[in-house]
Structures are given as structure tokens and as C-alpha cells.
């Protein structure tokens, strides 16, 4: 009966999505009408059903239900609670539930929480975000029922893809569709802007703290998702440039410029119709993301979803919500004034600088990521764009992108001179000379995009400091704090990003039980190989031991076997010193009795994701701080 | 399918067929030139696992990767420059096998593009500037 519940629920959630889209458009055309006090509970009640309905889901797999088809086709009664919960959402159909559950909660909280904007605004923000929720209802109803019943009901299931099945993977979903969806409501707050003409600051003031928290979960949804493909794939790699990596990163990159974007304009009233237009296209390139990864159109690690027409029902929608957006931007930008100007050497100034690299970065991950498609739907010879063409084309733009970084915060607002901010960066700038010194000398032939990481991000993370300097910390704004501890975390990740590309080493070879091999400074030995069995798997162990002058390690690494689906996966064992990992991998058995190993000695490389996890804990002051200084009554606010 | 297609006929190739390279000798194993191997490894990494989803050859478990991986390190140990083996590659199985898209009519925009870009967002971002009053 739970998943009669569930689709119930479903649909009544789209009813009432519909009754607030119709609520909207009746109280925009006549305001009178009185529809502006009954969106409000309409939409939080919207929000409730659903995510009973997802509830719902999340029952039928922990019962494993295997009448429902859904749970039959991916789970199994042996697999473990955990990711029996996580099945819900690690299949088509679980994942697009949970992308509307995200969105109706979105909606709700909007309806709660935000006192700021004028009724109107509200109302049209609300009715945006009930128009993009019906259309994914309608495709979950027509196209992708995740309630349907198989009669009769299977024996058992067929089990979770075992490479998802993994704690860092159980969570890594939601927290990146937390992120992807919760930027409809900044989609919705720029369409309900441009509907009530009344972009300006009070608009961005209120639109930011929602995009802070939509970037906060992007940002740890692609640490937790590179860190996964860290450890899980075996080969050490941590960013592969595959289409659906791309997919998340594209919002991150519009997300991340228009979070400065909005600062223009809730501090200066500049770059309007730019944020307006950001807002548009940072929820688009959400959309684009769950298109690219739904419709299976790209083959890469992450495509567990293949169907064409389902493809084309998300096109369709895509095509619907971006092409009414941008007519919408088109038709009313006219009437949004220009907003202020600035000299080009001012925080503006910088700010647009970011704006206008991170496009471009964004630009080219689009195009190269679907440049394979086109190519070949012109042509029909099929290319690939790879890691090659990534590294070089949006390697130096970062690298400029993180130098801008180290300069706009020390920048004053409207117009500063070049003697002054020289003067200002002086001293990072003498740190980032010291580390070319350093590195050219202590690791001759490094390769030029490595060095320039390397120098650039000690440089940053001096520079990023700062804003703090001369001031009186305790009195410092939790958002400044949020600033100079996301900047910082930039340069930590970069520096982490240099130090694997150039450090890195790398020992493949196959030994016998209590052979030794070295891998950097290490001295690795094989000390046993031995069977050990997991809840639905089995597994040859092989415990390594690892020496580096008086450091000792034990750790152990596994060569898994999954009965269902047949599958072999490795757990590399990963030992975390204070200077980098040690990672090793036990391969497969030879016929010659030796086992492969890989290893690789890995400096430094933690930081990437420490960074990450800094750069997240920024956003998370600077929301809090924002908040905190705008829910204070306004006398005390200045 | 089209890739099970393509894992089939790579099977069927003769050039791995030929191979002197029982359990491939150099799949799992480095050159012992360092430097060898650090062009191996680099041209390893822009050539794509036709089989799997999304990976180079550097970094796959499959065997078609394995297999790959010793080629490259054999054909690297004899002599061969990367750019001749990369060469030969792409003419065997097409430039799918490429991650490094090679120069061409086809890609040249791919490789104008993000410069275009730049041009084109600064002189949108002109408009947004004030003229600098000297003095």
C-alpha cells in the first residue's frame, strides 16, 4: 500500500502545484483577488506532499518491496540498511523524485522564510517555482513512475551497481541536488524580478542568502563526489572531466559568479540585468546537468540511466523553462535601468573580471562537453574532448582567475589606483616570489602550470588574508570572515592541485607475499594476502605495511567481488601523513603466483579537497553573517 | 551497443592479435626508463578506453585497457615517438580513441573558442565602465 500512498501524494502535490501557479497568475493579473494570502500555505503544503511521497519511496526499499519495480530492478534483500536507504535515490526514477522533493521544499521554505520582498514579487517568485515543478511532475507521472507495481513480484532484486554502493556515494546525490534545485529558487526570484520590474538591491539582498546555500551544497556535493572517484575508482585520479563531473561543475561556476554578481548589486546597485541573467542561466546549467546525466545521452562512469525518451521529454522541458526565461529577460531587460557605473580598477571592477573569467571557464566546460555531440550529429564521426583540452584551456584562465582573486578584496568600491593596491599586496606578493624561488630550486623541470599553481596559490593565500589585516578580528563581520576563509580555501585547494600534478609518484609492479618495493619515500611491503567476506560481497585482502624512516603504516587493501550484479571493484587502502597519502591498490593474481600492486605517493594532495571543504565553510559564515545583519531591526543594523 | 560493437572488432583486431604480449606483459608494470615511461604514461592518458565509460586507458581496470597500456609501453620501449603511436591509433579506431581533440577543420572552433569568449565578455563589460577623468 505504500507505494499507492506514495504516488497519491505524488499526485496531489502536483495538483496542488498547479492551484499555486494558477493562485499566481490570477493574483498578478488582479490583485484584488486576495490569491497573494493563499499561495503562501498552498505552497508549503505542496512541499509537505511531496516529500511524504519521497518518504514513501525511501519506505518501500527499506522494506524492499519487490513488487514495486523499481526496488526490484535495484536493490536486494542481502544489501546492507544503509544502502538500501540510498537505493532510493541511485536509479532514474528515485533521483528525479528527489530533484522535485528538493525543489517543493525549496518552494515551501521560500513561502516561509522571506519577508523581504514586496507581496507581488513573492507571488510571481512563487508561481516561477510551482511552473518549473509541474513540468517535472508531469514527467515523473507520464514518464517516470517510480511507484510502479510488478506483477508478480520477483524472487529477489537485482541488486545496487556496487560502485555506488559506498557511504561517500549513499549522500553524495542529495547533496548535489540540494544544490542543483535549490538555485530554482534564485531562477524564480529573477523570473518573479522581472515580472514586478523590481530588480535592484532589495532584490539581490534577499535572492543571496538562497544562492549561498544552493553553492554551499554544490560545493560539497563535487568535494564528496571528486573525493569518491578519489578512492573508490583506484588509479588515484581525483577530476576526470567526465561529461557528468562537467554537469555539476557548470552550476558551480555560474552559481560562484553569481554570488558576486549579487553583491554588486545589493552593495552598489550595478549589474543588474548581468545578475538577472546569471540567476537565468546558473538554474539553466542545473537543468542542462540533470538532463545530461538523465537522458543517458553521454556515455561516461556516472550514465546508470538510458532511455531516449525520456531525453527528450527533459529536452522539452529544458527547452520550455530556459527559452520562457530568457523571452521573459529579453522582453523586460529594456525597461531595467542600466544601474550604476565604475572605473575598471575598483571591486567592481574585479568582481566583473571574476564574472567575466568564470563565463568564460564555464563556456568553454559546456562547449567541450558537448562539442563530441554536435560534432558527430554534423559530421557523424564521433570525437572526444578529454582532460588534454581541459587542463589547457581552463588551467590559465584559473590561474588569472585566482590572481583577480588575490586583488579584488583589497580594492575599494567605485575607483582605486594602481600605487595603492601595489602597496596593499605588497607583502603577498613577496611571499609568492619567495615560493618561485623556492620551487624552481628545490624541483627543477616542473611543468609551468604546476609552478604557477604552486606560486600563485601561497601568493592568494597570503593575499587572501588581507581584508583581516589592521582590523579588530572580533569586530570583523562574520561575512568578511566568510570571504577570507572561502578565498583561502581556493589557494589551499590549489595548492593541493599543484603538489599532486608535479609531486606525484607512481609504483606499478607485481610481488610476491613479503616482497618490498618503494614508491617515493616509502618502503612498501606485501606482509599477506587473505580472504576476507563482506555482507554481499567477498574480497581477497592484502595488508600492506609501509616505512618511511622511523613512520610506520599497516593498512589494508581490498580486490572485491559482488555477486549481484556480478562486479569487481578495489578498496585502496589510503594512509593520510601529515604531508600527503600513501595510496595503494592490491591488483589482480597472476599466473605466475605474484599480485599486482599500484601505488602512488601522493604529496600534499588533501588540501584539494580541505580547500573545497573551507571554500563551502566560507559560504556558510558569510550566509549566516548576512542573515544576522539583516533580521536585526534597522536602527541597529548601521 | 555501439561500443560492445567496438570492444568486439577491437578483440577481433589482428594488432592484438599480434602482439608479442602474453597476459600483456607491460599492463600492469613500468617501464623501467624512467623517462620512457613518463612519455608513456602521458600519452596513456589521452588515449580513451574504448570500453569503458568515460576513462582513459591510464586509469581502467578493463583489459582492453591493459592491453592498451602495454602497446603503448611497448611501442614506446622500441623507440616509437608518441605522436606516431597516437598517429597510428587514431587511424586503427578512429579519433574517438583521442581525449586530446587534434587540430582540424572540425575542431578549430573547440580551439577558438574560449578566446572568443574573452573578447566577447570584455566588450560586453565595457559598457558597464566610467571613463577615468584624468587627474
Known amino acids: 500500500m505504500t507505494a499507492e500512498l506514495g504516488l497519491i501524494l505524488l499526485l496531489i502535490a502536483a495538483a496542488l502545484a498547479a492551484l499555486q501557479f494558477g493562485l499566481g497568475a490570477i493574483s498578478l493579473r488582479n490583485p484584488q483577488a486576495g490569491g497573494h494570502a493563499s499561495i503562501k500555505p498552498v505552497a508549503v503544503l505542496q512541499g509537505i506532499a511531496v516529500a511524504l511521497s519521497f518518504l514513501c519511496l525511501i519506505w518501500v526499499f527499506l522494506e524492499t518491496d519487490l513488487s514495486v519495480k523499481l526496488v526490484a530492478a535495484n536493490s536486494h534483500p542481502d544489501k546492507p540498511l544503509l544502502y538500501k536507504f540510498a537505493g532510493a535515490w541511485g536509479n532514474h526514477e528515485g533521483s528525479m523524485l528527489l530533484w522535485v522533493t528538493v525543489l517543493g521544499i525549496a518552494g515551501g521554505a521560500v513561502a516561509l522564510f522571506e519577508k523581504r520582498l514586496k507581496v507581488t514579487s513573492l507571488t510571481a517568485t512563487l508561481a516561477a517555482q510551482a511552473a518549473i515543478s509541474i513540468g517535472f511532475y508531469a514527467f515523473l507521472l507520464f514518464a517516470s513512475n517510480p511507484f510502479e507495481r510488478l506483477n508478480p513480484a520477483p524472487e529477489t532484486g537485482q541488486g545496487l551497481n556496487p560502485l555506488l554502493q559506498d557511504p561517500g556515494l549513499a549522500f553524495h546525490p542529495p547533496t548535489l541536488y540540494f544544490g542543483y534545485v535549490g538555485m530554482s529558487v534564485a531562477f524564480s526570484f529573477a523570473v518573479g524580478a522581472l515580472i514586478t520590474r523590481e530588480v535592484g538591491p532589495t532584490f539581490a539582498r534577499a535572492m543571496r542568502p538562497w544562492v549561498l546555500i544552493a553553492w554551499i551544497f554544490l560545493t560539497l556535493g563535487i568535494v564528496a563526489g571528486s573525493y569518491w572517484a578519489y578512492y573508490e575508482l583506484g588509479w588515484g585520479g581525483w577530476w576526470f572531466w567526465d561529461p557528468v563531473e562537467n554537469a555539476s561543475l557548470m552550476p558551480w561556476l555560474a552559481t560562484t559568479a553569481l554570488l558576486h554578481s549579487v553583491t554588486v548589486l545589493a552593495t552598489r546597485d550595478g549589474l543588474r540585468a548581468w545578475t538577472v541573467m546569471l540567476a537565468v542561466v546558473a538554474f539553466s546549467m542545473s537543468m542542462v546537468g540533470t538532463f545530461l546525466v538523465r537522458s543517458g545521452i553521454l556515455t561516461s562512469v556516472h550514465a546508470f540511466a538510458v532511455d531516449p525518451k525520456r531525453g527528450a521529454f527533459i529536452l522539452a522541458l529544458l527547452a520550455l523553462y530556459i527559452g520562457g526565461a530568457l523571452t521573459l529577460f529579453g522582453l523586460r531587460i529594456g525597461t531595467v535601468r542600466e544601474g550604476n557605473r565604475f572605473d575598471p580598477l575598483s571591486r567592481e571592477g574585479a568582481l566583473v573580471a571574476n564574472n567575466l573569467l568564470l563565463s568564460a571557464i564555464l563556456g568553454i566546460v559546456m562547449v567541450g562537453t558537448l562539442y563530441p555531440l554536435i560534432a558527430e550529429s554534423l559530421t557523424g564521426e564521433k570525437l572526444s574532448v578529454g582532460p588534454p583540452y581541459f587542463n589547457a584551456t581552463t588551467g590559465p584562465l584559473a590561474l588569472i582567475l585566482v590572481a583577480v582573486m588575490a586583488a579584488g578584496p583589497v580594492l575599494r568600491w567605485r575607483r582605486d589606483e594602481w600605487s595603492a593596491m601595489a602597496r596593499r599586496l605588497a607583502l603577498p606578493i613577496l611571499f609568492g616570489a619567495a615560493a618561485l624561488l623556492a620551487v624552481v630550486l628545490s624541483a627543477p623541470g616542473i611543468g609551468i602550470l604546476p609552478l604557477l599553481g604552486l606560486v600563485l596559490a601561497i601568493g592568494v593565500g597570503a593575499a587572501s588574508l588581507a581584508p583581516l589585516w589592521k582590523r579588530n578580528l572580533r569586530r570583523t563581520p562574520l561575512f568578511t570572515w566568510g570571504m577570507v576563509i572561502s578565498h583561502l580555501g581556493v589557494a589551499i585547494s590549489m595548492a593541493g592541485m599543484a603538489s599532486e600534478s608535479a609531486f606525484t609518484k607512481e609504483t606499478l609492479t607485481a610481488v610476491t607475499v613479503g616482497e618490498t618495493r618503494s614508491v617515493g619515500p616509502w618502503s612498501v611491503t606485501l606482509k599477506e594476502v587473505h580472504p576476507v567476506a563482506g555482507p554481499n560481497w567477498t574480497a581477497m585482502e592484502g595488508a600492506m605495511e609501509a616505512r618511511r624512516g622511523s613512520t610506520l603504516i599497516a593498512s589494508a587493501t581490498q580486490a572485491r567481488m559482488f555477486a549481484s550484479p556480478p562486479t569487481e571493484t578495489n578498496e585502496a587502502a589510503i594512509s593520510t601523513v601529515w604531508d600527503g597519502q600513501l595510496y595503494l591498490v592490491l591488483g589482480k593474481h597472476q599466473p605466475d603466483g605474484r599480485w599486482q600492486v599500484r601505488m602512488w605517493w601522493k604529496p600534499f594532495v588533501t588540501l584539494i579537497w580541505l580547500g573545497g571543504i573551507l571554500i563551502a565553510l566560507g559560504g556558510l559564515l558569510a550566509m549566516i553573517g548576512r542573515l544576522r545583519r539583516e533580521l536585526k531591526p534597522k536602527g541597529e543594523a548601521a | ?135
Open chain 2, 1 to 135: 551497443m555501439r561500443i560492445l560493437a567496438l570492444a568486439l572488432l577491437l578483440l577481433a583486431s589482428p594488432a592484438l592479435a599480434d602482439s608479442q604480449m602474453p597476459d600483456a606483459q607491460w599492463a600492469n608494470t613500468q617501464l623501467p626508463d624512467p623517462q620512457q615511461e613518463r612519455a608513456a604514461k602521458a600519452l596513456m592518458e589521452k588515449v580513451r578506453c574504448l570500453v569503458c565509460q568515460g576513462q582513459s586507458v591510464a586509469d581502467s581496470d578493463s583489459d582492453l585497457a591493459g592491453d592498451m597500456r602495454s602497446l603503448i609501453r611497448t611501442r614506446i620501449a622500441a623507440g616509437e615517438k608518441p605522436d606516431t603511436i597516437k598517429a597510428w591509433l587514431i587511424e586503427r579506431y578512429g579519433k574517438w580513441i583521442s581525449y586530446d581533440p587534434p587540430m582540424s577543420g572540425i575542431t578549430a572552433p573547440l580551439w577558438i573558442m574560449p578566446l572568443l569568449l574573452l573578447v566577447l565578455g570584455a566588450w560586453l563589460a565595457r559598457g558597464r565602465f566610467r571613463k577615468r577623468k584624468s587627474g
